[in-house]
């Protein structure tokens, strides 16, 4: 009875591994997986493969998957309230992931295989901007989203075109890149 409990969880956590939408989430899963596996030897009576399975596959793939991982782009988008409040409520949190502009712009970037994070900054524009820690800036302001970006940023172009090309209303403003603080 028990074996069964373990291989129905391990078929659970495999399909949740293949539709997870991120590449963190799918590792957790298919290591704790692997733990399951190194159980169930273990309740079959097999104790040097629960031991191998437990060490190789749970401890040694993680740890390489992990490490592959690492080498995954993110893209970090900057969200801005303009004008610049020191707390954003939920609602507004809300309001910007929701909006059709950021699924369209997390749709675009997951396609190309970003990590996309998404940072609330509860500083001006110009602030951010200084900063040079974003790949593209939002702003919530009065007239909707604007984005921002450096010049040199081929994606930021790619995404302006397919927004063009889908009729979807924002505009990419392009900022020198000598504003921009190296990373």
């Known amino acids: 009875m028990t074996e069964l409990i373990v291989m129905g969880t391990m078929l659970v956590l495999a399909v949740l591994a293949i539709h997870a939408s991120q590449l963190r989430v799918a590792i957790i899963y298919l290591s704790v997986f692997s733990l399951l596996t190194a159980l169930l030897y273990l309740l079959l009576a097999a104790p040097e493969l629960a031991l191998a399975e437990g060490a190789i596959g749970s401890g040694l793939v993680t740890l390489l998957y992990l490490a592959c991982l690492k080498k995954n782009r993110v893209y970090t ?3 801005v309230s303009e004008p610049a409040v020191a707390v954003l409520s939920d609602e507004e949190h809300r309001s910007v ?3 059709e502009i950021t699924r ?3 749709d675009f970037l997951t396609r190309r295989e970003l990590d996309v994070q998404l940072v609330f900054i509860d500083r001006s524009f110009d602030q951010a901007m200084a900063e ?4 593209l800036l939002l702003i919530d302001g ?5 984005a921002h970006s450096t010049e040199e940023d081929y994606v930021t172009i790619e995404l302006e075109v397919m927004f063009q090309m889908h009729g979807i209303p924002l505009t990419i403003h392009y900022v020198a890149a ?3 603080v190296p990373r």
């Open 178 to 180: 000598e504003t921009e």
């Open 142 to 146: 009065a007239n909707g989203i604007t």
């Open 97 to 99: 992931e929701s909006s």
């Open 132 to 135: 040079g820690k974003f790949d």
């Open 104 to 106: 369209q712009i997390r």
């Open 77 to 79: 988008i900057g969200v």
